[in-house]
Nanobody, 122 residues
Framework: QVHVEESGGGSVQAGGSLTLSCVAS????MAWFRQAPGKAREGVAY???????GVAESVRGRFTVSRDNAKNTLYLQMNSLNPDDTAVYYC????????????????????WGQGTQVTVSS
């Protein structure tokens, strides 16, 4: 099975920044999700070279997603963090379908990482 590994989480003050990384060798259809305690998993950002790249409305203007194909790594650059961004962030990979929406459905992805904790304090 495909190995998906996230890293880069940590604790930061409101207004700060973090960059998350996800390695999934040979996989280009990927996304970021997050899950806060007691809440459902929420789509954050997506990268599909056969379709589109973008972020969810809730983080638009603050988060950006990119991929370094040479390193097989997907990045999530998070700026202007606030306490509402506190969650476990998961990387998802291996799409069942390509080149079309929806891009942030949990059902789209076959493989998931174990998650990395992001904590934002006031």
């Amino acid at each position: 099975q495909v190995h998906v590994e996230e890293s880069g989480g940590g604790s930061v003050q409101a207004g700060g920044s973090l960059t998350l990384s996800c390695v999934a060798s040979g996989i280009t259809c990927m996304a970021w999700f997050r899950q806060a305690p007691g809440k459902a998993r929420e789509g954050v950002a997506y990268f599909d070279p056969d379709g589109a790249t973008g972020v969810a409305e809730s983080v638009r203007g603050r988060f950006t997603v990119s991929r370094d194909n040479a390193k097989n790594t997907l990045y999530l650059q998070m700026n202007s963090l606030n306490p509402d961004d506190t969650a476990v962030y998961y990387c998802a990979a291996r799409c069942f379908y390509h080149g079309r929406p929806p891009y942030l459905s949990t059902d789209r992805f076959r493989a998931w990482g174990q998650g990395t904790q992001v904590t934002v304090s006031s």
